[in-house]
């Protein structure tokens, strides 16, 4: 099985987008040397037995359009799984991002919600519990 090991970002705010994914995530994200090109450190990929643990990607210029307002999402999109979905996404909204869909429940699974970035770009913040519906 081929797993997924890396993922982008693109901003055309390179300074406001690591502000918006340091503060609500705690995110590490370091530039790559001269490059217009930023690391971002999720957490460790591996746990000690070699378990994935998750990904880590990269900030880069914008170099396609945004999405249009209301758009559901057309590529690959990152999700992030959080504790408290009600809390996060009130971290969101404070820290500039927008609401692209609305909280959802997965029946027996979770809680879903999309939102833009300060650049544009949707992700998802999604709430494990069985009991949503």
């Given amino acids: 099985m081929k797993a997924i090991v890396h993922f982008e970002i693109q901003a055309d705010d390179i ?3 690591t502000k918006f994914y340091t503060e609500i995530f705690d995110w ?3 530039r790559y040397g001269e490059m217009e090109y930023w690391g971002i450190y999720t957490g460790r990929s591996t ?3 070699g378990e ?3 990904i880590n990607g990269g900030l880069l210029p914008r170099n396609a359009p945004k999405p249009d307002p209301g758009m559901s999402p057309n590529a690959y999109v990152c999700t992030i799984v959080v504790e408290d979905i009600d ?3 009130k971290k969101v ?3 500039g991002g927008t609401q692209q869909t609305p909280k959802t ?3 027996g699974m979770m809680w879903m919600s999309y939102y833009k970035d300060t650049e544009g770009n949707i992700f998802g913040l999604m709430q494990n ?4 519906k």
Avoid: H
């Avoid at 519990?129 to 949503?132: K, N, R």
């Fill in 105 to 107: 429940a997965i029946a």
């Fill in 93 to 95: 909204e404070k820290a």
């Fill in 129 to 132: 519990d069985p009991d949503a």
């Fill in 47 to 49: 746990d000690p037995e």
């Fill in 87 to 89: 809390v996060m996404m």
């Fill in 52 to 54: 994935s643990l998750g």
């Fill in 28 to 30: 590490r994200i370091e």
């Fill in 15 to 17: 300074e406001r987008a």
